[in-house]
């Protein structure tokens, strides 16, 4: 891995962290897809303005975000027949973006950032959309359990989201497309209380987004 890439894959996770940690847990999903937007104008002003132009671009992605109205249902379709059987949840938000939800029994072991061989799958076929739909970038958002101290949790919802979206990057993706940020415990969407909610908040989320309709973009 270069650092030129890691370069880049830093400023998309500042510019969605910052935008989506301003999410309640009821708007989430909008706040996710607009910090997609804003990740991926902060890489281009980063790569085409050095570091200055990671703010201005930052602001005009933030503005632009993903389009309304974009069909999910044949990548909806792949994606989950590819995850079949991993627990992995495919679903359509109302801000228009298309959410897998990959539960952290098949992706990373306790402790670890390191995907495991059962994230494959789904990670393949989510790379292979995106390699076929030019038009789609993600943000992944890393997610723990409230066991351990909130900060060591933060790093590694981090440190998985980072390791996500570098594993779809090195897999032919343009980094510029991607975006990764940590939550850490401070979303749950189970109770924390039980072994199965727990169990529940640990997971990575990728969110795709439309940027154009199909074919619009080469």
């Known amino acids: 891995m270069n650092t030129k890439f890691f370069t880049r894959l830093s400023v998309f996770a500042v510019a969605g962290a910052l935008v989506a940690g301003c999410a309640s847990q009821q708007g989430t999903n909008t706040a996710v897809g607009t910090g997609v937007g804003a990740a991926t104008g902060a890489g281009i002003g980063a790569i085409f303005g050095g570091g200055k ?24 379709n792949k994606i989950s027949g590819d995850s079949k059987g991993t627990g992995t949840q495919v679903t359509e938000q109302q801000d228009g973006s298309l959410k897998v939800n990959i ?19 789904v990670l393949n076929s989510v790379t ?21 101290q909130p900060a060591y949790n933060q790093t590694l919802s981090q440190n998985r989201a980072q390791s996500v979206a570098s594993y779809v990057a090195t897999h032919g993706v343009p980094a510029q497309r991607l975006s990764a940020s940590g939550m850490g415990q401070n979303q749950p969407i189970a109770d924390n209380s039980t072994e199965a909610g727990r169990a529940q908040n640990r997971r990575v989320e990728i969110y795709l987004r439309a940027t154009a309709q199909p074919g619009q973009v080469q």
């Open 128 to 148: 292979q959309t995106m390699q076929q739909h030019p038009e789609l970038v993600a943000s992944v958002v890393g997610h723990t359990d409230n066991t351990g």
């Open 103 to 121: 539960p952290n029994s098949i992706s990373f072991d306790t402790n670890s950032y390191a995907i495991k061989p059962s994230f494959d799958p």
């Open 53 to 76: 132009g990671a703010a201005i671009g930052a602001a005009t992605g933030a503005a632009v975000g993903g389009i309304t109205g974009y069909n999910w249902q044949s990548i909806k």
